[in-house]
């Protein structure tokens, strides 16, 4: 079964489609830093599965900008996503939404 990962730039936003899996992350990890270059959000709603390795990026994605001076705001996280950032005790660098 093959997956996909898309992503889109939509003024501040980039929004991501798919599975962001160790399969499918590749293309994202190699152009991240153009993806990102004027981005504040992250919207992950049209995401369908994130595996550790997803999460890892989702991570990177946020301390790259970070250190840009850019805080990165993750939206649209599933109750799958939350509880995978809650079983790896990542609450505190990668805060989510609670409201939605």
Sequence with gaps: ????????????????????????????WEQRETLLADKTVLDVTQLQRVDSSGLALLVHLREQQRQRGVELKISGVSDRLKTLITLYNLQAIMPVDTAG
């Design 1 to 28: 079964m093959t997956t996909v990962l898309s992503f889109e730039s939509q003024q501040q936003t980039l929004i991501l489609r798919g599975e962001l899996d160790r399969e499918t992350l590749l293309p994202l």
